[in-house]
């Protein structure tokens, strides 16, 4: 089981360079057990890096990444679920299969009675026999959701979950996601729907060229801004050219 410190991770002086070029400089902050934190700006401002330095993909050139309290082992004691912006699947099997052989290696019990249940939730149960690669975009990324949250991951790393969908089919993933905040996840959201981040987040931190130019509360960043709007926030951080 978890710990029980307050901050279930902790970035502390976080530094990493490619080829000479420094892509996050002293970053460090907290994110708080059963909090949802969300991790926001544009594209190429080291968003992705931090998660991957998290999760021991990359090694950091000074600081230290910490999941309660030590750096991540995939045989530990914390569950982590990672949904990639980059989706993987294996694309020639059918969905129910691939989602079963992947709920065996998280544990799960009846992994196929969980499966049917999760795409009759996101209403694709019909393609249940129907191999991956002949869904759409955005079934794929239903069925990549819920292999990623089967096993009721201690904390839940999303990056950009919603991309492409419509209005409907993005309230019921973010439906989705409270429920598993309301029973314990620990949530990171990466996402330009700050509508997401307004609903469903409890801190969040805006990075520019690895370095955080805004963190705290949603109400802290706007006070700090004078502003209301986070997207007219991220608009004055980023300048109106970068966001075109």
Same mark, same amino acid.
């Given at each position: 089981?978890?710990?029980?410190?307050?901050?279930?991770?902790?970035?502390?002086?976080?530094?990493?360079?490619?080829? %000479?070029?420094?892509? =996050?400089?002293?970053?460090? &902050? +907290?994110?708080?057990?059963?909090?949802?934190? !969300?991790? @926001?700006?544009?594209?190429?401002?080291?968003?992705?890096?931090?998660?991957?330095?998290?999760?021991?993909?990359?090694?950091?050139?000074? %600081?230290?990444?910490? =999941?309660?309290?030590?750096? &991540? +082992?995939?045989?530990?004691?914390?569950?982590? !679920?990672? @949904?990639?912006?980059?989706?993987?699947?294996?694309?020639?099997?059918?969905?129910?299969?691939?989602?079963?052989?992947?709920?065996?290696?998280?544990?799960?019990?009846?992994?196929?009675?969980?499966?049917?249940?999760?795409?009759?939730?996101?209403?694709?149960?019909?393609?249940?026999?129907?191999?991956?690669?002949?869904?759409?975009?955005?079934?794929?990324?239903?069925?990549?959701?819920?292999?990623?949250?089967?096993?009721?991951?201690?904390?839940?790393?999303?990056?950009?979950?919603?991309?492409?969908?419509?209005?409907?089919?993005?309230?019921?993933?973010?439906?989705?996601?409270?429920?598993?905040?309301?029973?314990?996840?620990?949530?990171?959201?990466?996402?330009?729907?700050?509508?997401?981040?307004?609903?469903?987040?409890?801190?969040?931190?805006?990075?520019?060229?690895?370095?955080?130019?805004?963190?705290?509360?949603?109400?802290?960043?706007?006070?700090?801004?004078?502003?209301?709007?986070?997207?007219?926030?991220?608009?004055?951080?980023?300048?109106?050219?970068?966001?075109?």
């Amino acid at each position: 089981m978890p710990k029980t410190t307050k901050n279930i991770i902790e970035v502390k002086k976080f530094n990493i360079s490619f080829g %000479g070029k420094t892509i =996050i400089k002293d970053l460090s &902050f +907290n994110v708080q057990r059963g909090e949802t934190f !969300g991790l @926001l700006g544009s594209n190429g401002c080291g968003k992705t890096t931090t998660i991957r330095a998290l999760l021991g993909l990359y090694q950091p050139d000074h %600081g230290e990444l910490l =999941i309660d309290g030590e750096p &991540f +082992n995939p045989n530990g004691n914390v569950k982590v !679920g990672y @949904l990639p912006e980059e989706r993987g699947l294996y694309k020639k099997e059918n969905v129910i299969d691939t989602m079963v052989y992947f709920g065996h290696l998280k544990g799960v019990k009846k992994p196929r009675e969980w499966s049917m249940n999760y795409l009759k939730r996101v209403g694709i149960e019909d393609y249940a026999k129907t191999k991956v690669e002949k869904l759409s975009q955005g079934m794929q990324q239903k069925v990549q959701l819920g292999i990623t949250i089967m096993n009721e991951p201690d904390i839940l790393i999303l990056d950009e979950p919603t991309k492409g969908f419509d209005p409907v089919n993005r309230r019921l993933l973010m439906e989705i996601i409270e429920e598993l905040h309301q029973k314990g996840s620990t949530i990171i959201l990466i996402t330009h729907y700050m509508d997401e981040v307004e609903k469903l987040c409890d801190h969040i931190l805006l990075l520019k060229n690895g370095i955080a130019r805004a963190s705290g509360t949603i109400w802290d960043v706007r006070r700090q801004f004078h502003k209301t709007s986070l997207d007219q926030i991220f608009v004055d951080i980023y300048g109106e050219q970068e966001v075109k």
